[in-house]
């Protein structure tokens, strides 16, 4: 499967990057293009150049706002986020345009943080401009939540991602859910926390993007998981998770596979994958709520075999008894076992109705906010009025 990945924001963008960092080792490594055009959208002229792979130029790199932020972000003021985003909107639309194979991408898919101001605000502007403009092409959404941290001491940050929620579910085919707290790992600084969380959301996009863009016959499953399978699956509320089992050894292509012992142990690493995968969802829901699943298998083409498939998809029915299940293997790797899970058409999930209850009693004092800020705006406009400008009219 192949995505325009577009990232706004600060974490937007550099999720963005992340996939432009996926895409090329794709390319490096397996001779496949996941990822036909990458793209970061920010306010922040200095975040901007902190990135790492996505293309330098200011084509790729794309600075909204420029002249109301004065390139410095938009201060958590997720309206005013979205209010550049309105009028730069035809600069990201002409950009993605440009892409050299724009044409071939399966789907888009935009990232932001639900909390901050600028990737929040812009996120659902863009969608829908993208959405009119490219309607027979699937458009997800993937939104970071605020940690915990910060819900609870930053008003904005609860009241951003609600609104941001609202507005990205009305507009995406599927909206995924990551929960950065989920992420945060114990005993290491908050700096370095981020990148390895960024790292830990896009990772499990490499396999799930390669399977179906697999060219080498040695490489292609006996049920290949192609852009069809996951355009199907994904729908509404999604979470996704990635787990794996090492082998524990060297991979040996002269090895005896049908050894029933031996069997037993890969069904038993497969389990272990897939038990991750499931445990470690990029935010917690209850996977019986889910309409619509996916997974993938990757593992050495040896250690795949029915036994651990057959065992897979009726541990997967067990835990989502209401959810349509489609499945795929990838022959790909040499020491390891590894188990993407998508879920989606999640009916129900906890974290939004959290946000949501939580804003219901921020908008008036927000919109209070916003009032005052406009008059005492206009107070000084008014009292101007009589005042002589040096500027041409
Ligand atoms: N996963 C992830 N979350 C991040 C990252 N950077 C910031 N965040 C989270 O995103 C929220 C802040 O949003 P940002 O993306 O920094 O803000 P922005 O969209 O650039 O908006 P402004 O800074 O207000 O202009 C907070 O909840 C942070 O914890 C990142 O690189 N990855």
């Known amino acids: 499967m192949k ?21 090329k080792r794709a390319k490096s490594q397996r001779n496949i293009e996941i990822c036909p055009g990458i793209f970061a959208v920010n306010t922040d002229a200095a975040d901007l150049t902190g990135l790492t792979t996505i293309e330098p ?47 071939e991408a399966d789907a888009f898919l935009l990232a932001a943080s639900s909390a901050g101001g600028t990737g929040s ?27 915990e941290h910060e819900r609870e001491t930053e008003e904005r940050a609860s009241y951003n ?14 909206v995924f859910l990551i929960d950065n707290q989920r992420y945060v790992m ?25 399977a179906g863009e697999e060219k080498n016959p040695r490489f292609i499953g006996a049920k290949t998981l192609d852009a069809g399978d996951i355009i199907q699956t994904l729908s509404g509320w999604s979470v996704y998770g990635w787990g794996h089992a090492d082998l ?38 209850n996977p019986k709520d889910a309409g619509r699943a996916i997974y993938l298998v990757t593992a050495p083409a040896k250690e795949m075999n029915m036994d651990m498939m057959r065992e897979l998809n009726e541990w997967m029915r067990e835990l989502c008894p209401n959810a349509i299940i489609r499945n795929g293997d990838y022959p790909r790797g040499t020491s390891r076992i590894s188990v993407n899970v998508i879920l989606s058409e999640l009916s129900d999930v906890e974290k939004v109705r959290n946000f949501y209850s939580d804003s219901i009693d921020l908008i ?25 400008s040096l500027l041409e009219e």
Do not use: W
């Open 3 to 23: 995505l325009i990945v577009v990232g706004l924001g600060q974490a937007g963008s550099r999720i963005a990057d992340e996939f432009a960092r996926i895409n």
């Open 57 to 103: 130029d200011y084509q790729h790199r794309i600075l909204i706002g420029g002249r109301k932020t004065g390139g410095h972000g938009v201060g958590k003021i997720n309206e005013l986020g979205a209010e550049v985003a309105r009028a730069d909107a035809d600069k990201v639309i002409d950009a993605l345009r440009s892409a050299r194979h724009f044409y």
């Open 121 to 147: 605000g812009s996120i659902p502007i863009i969608a829908q401009r993208i959405k009119e403009r490219y309607p027979e092409k699937p458009l997800y959404t993937l939104l970071a939540l605020p940690f």
């Open 161 to 174: 991602s609600a609104v941001c929620l609202k507005s990205v579910y009305g507009i995406s085919d599927c």
């Open 186 to 210: 114990k005993d290491s600084s908050l700096g370095n926390n981020i990148s390895r969380i960024n790292e830990m959301i896009v990772e499990p996009f490499y396999d799930l993007l390669c």
């Open 248 to 285: 524990n050894k060297s991979f040996n292509p002269f090895e005896r596979s049908n050894d029933f012992r031996k069997k037993t142990s890969e069904t038993h690493k497969g389990i272990q994958a897939m038990d991750e995968a499931i445990s470690e969802m990029s935010l917690r829901v």
């Open 364 to 388: 008036p004092v927000i919109k209070q906010r916003q009032v005052e800020l406009r008059n005492k705006l206009d107070d000084i406009d008014d009292m101007s009025k009589d005042i002589p």
